[in-house]
């Protein structure tokens, strides 16, 4: 199984991906993790990356493609993918075509996780982290059992990210309407665009995505 997992930031993908990666075996595939990875290997791909970084430029497509053709190449022939953070222009979705077929897979879904602006604005605002695991928290919908103590590790330092405020939250979402979503007519034209309530429980996105896997 192939898919890409769509959505604004905050709308939960790393959240669904990584339950897929749980409950399937699956590779989650984020063009941000994959690109650190191959500098820090200092693989030729990376090693290329890290020369256009560093001149303060923008990773090429082509950059990109070679990160994910060497990824596909490295798993199993058994093993899904979830493209997260990628393709976000036509042009890299012809090109991630491309990349499939030569490893004989093809996309099997593209899921997006539908959110309604104001309450997304909510959900990211209160969100925080222990410092120690990563566990999350949100001031209004989870707070720890213990005032001040990580319900997993006991941990009592909390983080919150700079970025998780009203206007960046609104200027992502403009970002994602107008640079990702345009992509899904091309794949709509196939009939494998579907989509699930992203606001909901993230037991209930998660049942609602595994209904759309088992549809294939």
Do not use: W
């Not at 604004?8 to 989650?28: D, F, I, N």
């Not at 899904?80 to 036509?90: H, K, M, Q, S, V």
């Not at 099997?108 to 925080?128: N, P, T």
């Not at 059992?145 to 990210?161: I, L, M, N, P």
């Amino acid at each position: 199984m192939n898919i890409i997992l769509l959505g604004p930031p905050g709308a939960g993908k790393g959240t669904q991906a990584g339950l897929l990666v749980e409950h399937h075996g699956m590779r989650q595939l984020s063009t941000g993790d994959m690109l650190r990875a191959a500098v820090k290997a200092q693989t030729p791909v990376g090693l290329e990356a890290k020369a256009v970084m560093e001149r303060g430029e923008l990773v090429s497509d082509a950059i990109v493609s070679a990160l994910i053709d060497d990824e596909l190449a490295a798993m199993g022939a058994d093993v899904g993918a979830i493209f997260d953070g990628y393709p976000r222009t036509e042009a890299q979705a012809m090109s991630l075509d491309a990349i499939l077929a030569k490893h004989d897979r093809a996309l099997d879904f593209v899921i997006e996780l539908m959110v309604d602006e104001e309450a997304l604005v909510d959900r990211v605002e209160g969100r925080y982290t222990c410092a120690s695991c990563g566990e999350g928290y949100h001031d209004r919908h989870k707070q720890p059992a213990v005032d001040g103590v990580c319900d997993k590790c006991g941990g009592t330092e909390f983080k919150r990210r700079p970025d998780d405020n009203a206007e960046t939250v609104r200027t992502r979402m403009a970002e994602y309407r107008a640079k990702t979503a345009p992509i899904l007519p091309f794949y709509e034209a196939r009939g494998i665009v579907q989509r699930v309530d992203g606001m909901a429980p993230i037991e209930d996105v998660t049942a609602a995505i595994e209904k759309v896997l088992a549809s294939a």
